[in-house]
Nanobody
């Protein structure tokens, strides 16, 4: 089992920045690929970014490329999502997820462990 706890969400004006953190505990964290997903009201949960277990490979959804950066600190069992140039359409609950594989995936169905989510609200 892997337990995930997100933090760092909040209210920010358009153009601002936030850094989300996801603290992991439980079984070996360093062998899990990690992902961030988000869900806006009335919409499906969507992929945002993912990172390989080693941190050497990352992937982003097109709308966040160049604005968001995913990273991880395996020593401290934490994954981060740095979000810059935020837009109102980035408003959503953001979820951290882990999968029992070293490689990342863009499909939420391939992640076995989920955090409780953290709200990000971007005002215009």
């Amino acid at each position: 089992q892997v337990q995930l706890v997100e933090s760092g969400g909040g209210l920010v004006q358009a153009g601002g920045s936030l850094r989300l953190s996801c603290a992991a505990s439980g079984r070996t964290f360093s062998r899990n690929a990690m992902g961030w997903f988000r869900q806006a009201p009335g919409k499906e949960r969507e992929f945002v970014a993912a990172i390989r277990w080693s941190g050497g490979s990352t992937y982003y959804e097109d709308s966040v490329k160049g604005r968001f950066t995913i990273s991880r600190d395996n020593y401290n069992n934490t994954v981060y999502l740095q979000m810059n140039s935020l837009k109102p359409e980035d408003t959503a609950v953001y979820y951290c997820a882990a999968r029992r594989s070293v490689g990342w995936s863009t499909s939420s169905k391939e992640y076995e462990y989920w955090g409780q989510g953290t709200q990000v609200t971007v005002s215009s």
